[in-house]
């Protein structure tokens, strides 16, 4: 079964840009009908959805973050990414990445989180 | 962007018991919403999408129902393993928007 993988520095400086990788396994990230998404969850706080991208290379992010936010994909790597630039404070949490069954299906597959902290 | 208001947003219950977590959404999101499980320390599980569908290999005492702005959680006989923050999704309309979330915690 499709498995995916987090990684990256648990620890950005602010106003420097935060790097992550999900790394998709047990399934081609170039499978038809599937997009994949960036969710982040604050301390003890609740979920904000961030962005998907398809294998294509075509991306939706939410407007809240727009402006900040790279999501790229790798297909011969079977990987995705996210990139937040100008980083503060109020972006430390835990990243996952996800799977998305369709555009409007939910998220089926999770990967198992990272804690990034924003801190000098 | 739509927002998801869940109630209660804490609840007790014993095992055994049935218990109804409800979900409102500001505008009308069709049949466009999911319920997730998270345990602490660990990543969301997608119980129900589509409002009422089952996600494969979720307990069948987990249901969904609703349409519209209105949205329901059941779980019809709460077992150990049930204790969790549970959230709803909604999936119709981007962004993507979540409840704020509704801790189940022992009697």
């Known amino acids: 079964q499709v498995q995916l993988q987090e990684s990256g520095p648990g620890l950005v400086k602010p106003s420097q840009t935060l790097s992550l990788i999900c790394t998709v396994s047990g399934g081609s990230i170039s499978s038809g009908g599937y997009y994949w998404s960036w969710i982040r969850q604050h301390p003890g706080k609740g979920l904000e959805w961030i962005g998907y991208i398809y294998y294509s290379g075509s991306t939706y992010y939410n407007p809240s973050l727009k402006s900040r936010v790279i999501i790229s994909v790798d297909t011969s790597k079977n990987q995705f990414s996210l990139k937040l630039s100008s980083v503060t404070a109020a972006d430390t949490a835990v990243y996952y990445c996800?799977?998305?069954?369709?555009?409007?299906?939910?998220?089926?597959?999770w990967g198992q989180g990272t804690t990034v902290t924003v801190s000098s | 962007d739509i927002q998801m208001t869940q109630s209660p947003s804490s609840l007790s219950a014993s095992v055994g018991h049935r218990v109804t977590i409800t979900c409102r959404a500001s505008?009308?999101?069709?049949?466009?919403l999911g319920w997730y499980q998270q345990i602490p320390g660990k990543a969301p599980k997608r119980l129900i999408y589509?409002?009422?569908s089952l996600q494969s290999g979720v307990p069948s005492r987990f249901s969904g129902s609703g349409s519209g702005t209105e949205f329901t959680l059941t779980i019809s006989s709460l077992q150990p393993e049930d204790f969790a923050t549970y959230y709803c999704?909604?999936?119709?309309?981007?962004?993507?928007?979540f409840g704020q979330g509704t801790k189940v915690e022992i009697k």
């Open positions: 589509a409002a009422s």
């Open positions: 505008q009308g999101i069709r049949n466009g």
């Open positions: 996800a799977r998305q069954d369709g555009l409007y299906y939910g998220l089926d597959v």
């Open positions: 999704l909604q999936h119709n309309s981007y962004p993507w928007t």
